[in-house]
């Protein structure tokens, strides 16, 4: 969570570090701040609660300008939303901090500074962290060395971003758990905790690794590791453009993104797949040897990554005749699993930072599987560089904290394995010439089913005043009404659950009445005379039923019955990527009515970098 710009150069950085900021914001919007070396290589720092506008206001009423300076936008982890709280902390002789993570043992160091007569002004962990530097710096007498110091005591996760007073010409980075990235100019340089914040001003880009600490100098870099070595690490240059994370026409990012997923899932699709074959190369050059030997999938994902983990596990089983485990990271972590011979390891994350997808990786590296692939939208991230197997969605920036292009390009990767796992256990070419097939015809299908929107709108009315909401599927589509519940519950603060349908009679329908709407999922698969059934239980009940359902599927609306109908000839391994956009629309459009913050809900942030 939480979002890091800094930079060094002969100009006025302030702009550079608002602008960064703004492009942040998705990370973290409780509280935002600025710390900047002037000319007088003086500190001059200004924070303020809320939105990174609230920041702006604040330096047009006391303008700075300088050289030098790094700023932060924060989601609380300690402390609440408050100016004291918010970022940079400073400690004495103008040393400032910014910091991504959680410092667990940070009570402890408190203590102990606590005893040596250092005052703390917030309660965060990241005030401990700056008084550490300068503790240290009574010895070292150099900051780089007095940051190694103490990064060395830290447990837990950070990036940071250091300026001081004493020593103006350069920004000391250090990361562990937490990404952080050097964005490389003309006798200036920046840092950010995402590539997307600092491309106005640069495409060149190096990516520190576990335990580096960086010194950051107009015209040089260097890096030691965890070792103490000076290490080089590579320089690439990024192939997002700088307006990639523009809103452009739309009112919010997030129907700016519903809008962008045929696009998505096109470019998800080329160059992976070519005269109805699966090009499995695209995993990685030994790809074909692991997928042959894979006699068991264990997936591991959180919140939206895990419902994409859930769908592809009824594949994977159905045409793969492969088992398949599906996890929550967060609980992976926590036990200790049995590995079946030959297991490959699949994790799931937009980010490619998400914290317990990191740590259930790195913990599964120990672990005795054949191997370990990641579906990440970031190809610079973490995930993607620990992991053996790649498979890259090309979603493009994902602005907007719920997430939607990004999960359903995670469902076309996850396809996409699927027909590879597939090639070598169950199906001929035969086979595979059809699946591959099914995927080139989603982005059309998507683009048929965005013509619904102003059918959606209008039953979206029904939805502001309503507290409860119940999402319906069965197979395959019981996890895509998890993640209608969830879009709903994320930016509406509707309350939504979602059930198998067929679980409804065994408690949940015991909620069901006149003002809870009960949304179902319903193309014309193997299942859907049971889910007919499931819904006249509703419907005997009093509740009112919303269905999107295939026009040849025999659900026609009566009353207290509404039929929203899809596209035809929608396939079982379509189905579940293109019921996913009508509720994506039905979640926006209530939001909207209900006038909550659409692409920053409350509470929540896009990239979950802590625990």
């Known amino acids: 969570m939480c979002g890091i710009v800094g930079a060094i150069a002969e100009r006025n950085v302030v702009p550079i570090l608002i602008e960064g900021l703004r492009r942040l914001e998705y990370r973290g ?39 030098v300076g790094i700023a932060h936008t924060r989601w609380a982890t300690h402390g609440v939303p408050s100016e004291r709280n918010a970022h940079p902390h400073i400690s004495h002789d103008g040393l400032a901090i910014v910091h991504n993570g959680i410092i667990e043992n940070h009570d402890e160091l408190r203590d102990d500074l606590k005893r040596s007569g250092y005052d703390f002004t917030s309660e965060t962990d990241t005030e401990v962290i ?24 830290l447990e837990g996760a950070y990036a940071l971003a250091v300026i001081s007073e004493n020593d103006p010409e350069r920004i000391i980075l250090a990361r562990e758990g937490c990404p952080v990235v050097i964005g490389l100019g003309v006798e200036e340089n920046f840092v950010a905790s995402d590539v997307a914040a600092l491309l106005p001003v640069t495409r060149r880009f190096m990516f520190l690794e576990e335990g580096d600490v960086a010194e950051i100098r107009r015209t ?15 320089v690439r240059e ?18 700016k993104e519903i809008h962008e997923q045929p696009r998505a899932v096109a470019n998800t699709l080329q160059e992976r797949v070519a005269n109805g074959r699966l090009l499995e190369a695209a995993f990685g050059p030994a790809a074909t040897a692991i997928f042959k030997r894979t006699e068991h999938v264990h997936i591991v994902a959180c919140g939206t990554s895990y419902h994409s983990g859930m769908v592809a596990r009824y594949f994977i089983e159905q045409i793969c005749k492969l088992p ?7 609980e992976y972590r926590y036990r200790n699993p049995v590995v ?37 939208n970031v190809p610079e991230s973490s995930l993607v560089r620990e992991s053996e197997l790649v498979m890259l969605t090309r979603a493009g920036p994902e602005i907007g904290v719920a997430s939607t292009k990004a999960f359903t390009t995670q469902l076309i990767a996850l396809s996409m394995l699927v027909i590879a796992l597939a090639k070598h256990h169950t199906a001929d070419a035969e086979r595979e010439r059809g699946l591959v097939q099914r995927l080139i015809e989603i982005p059309a299908l998507i683009e048929k089913t965005l013509t619904l929107d102003p059918v959606i709108y209008d039953l979206a009315t029904r939805f502001a005043d309503k507290h409860h909401t119940l999402f319906l599927g069965r197979g395959a589509m019981h996890p895509i009404a998890m993640e209608g519940a969830l879009k709903l519950k994320e930016i509406s603060y509707i ?6 349908a067929g679980e409804l009679k065994h408690g949940p329908l015991a909620l069901v009445d006149a003002d809870m709407p009960v949304i179902a999922v319903a193309p014309n698969n193997d299942l859907v005379e049971k889910l007919k059934s499931n819904l006249m239980e509703v419907r005997a009940r009093g509740g009112e039923l919303i269905v999107f359902a295939d026009p040849e599927s025999g659900i026609e609306p009566s009353e207290g019955v509404t039929v929203i109908h899809m596209p035809k000839h929608v396939s079982y391994f379509q189905a579940p990527i293109v019921y996913t956009v009508p509720l994506q629309l039905l979640s926006y459009h209530v939001a909207i009515l209900k006038g ?8 929540l942030a896009k990239s979950v970098t802590v625990e």
């Open 29 to 67: 919007y409780d509280s935002a701040g600025i710390a900047v070396l002037n000319g007088r290589e003086q500190l001059k720092r200004l924070r303020a609660v809320g939105k990174v506008k609230m920041l702006e206001e604040a330096l047009e009423a006391s303008p700075t300008h300088g050289g």
């Open 130 to 153: 700056a008084h550490r530097v300068h503790r240290h710096l009574a010895t070292q007498k150099d900051l780089f060395k007095a940051v190694r110091a103490t990064v060395a005591e």
């Open 220 to 234: 040089s870099i260097k890096v030691i590791d965890r070792n103490g070595d000076t290490v080089e690490r590579e």
């Open 238 to 255: 990024s192939e997002l453009s700088a307006d990639a994370a523009e809103k452009g026409q739309y009112r919010h990012f997030m129907l």
């Open 324 to 330: 398949c485990t599906v996890e929550i990271a967060s």
């Open 340 to 376: 079946p011979k030959n297991s490959l390891f699949v994790t799931i994350s937009q980010s490619g930072e998400t914290a317990d997808t990191l740590a259930a990786l790195r913990l599964a590296k120990q672990g005795g599987y054949l191997s370990s692939l990641a579906i990440c």
């Open 495 to 500: 309350h939504a659950e979602a059930y198998p």
């Open 596 to 603: 909550t913050d659409v692409d920053q809900p409350r509470n």
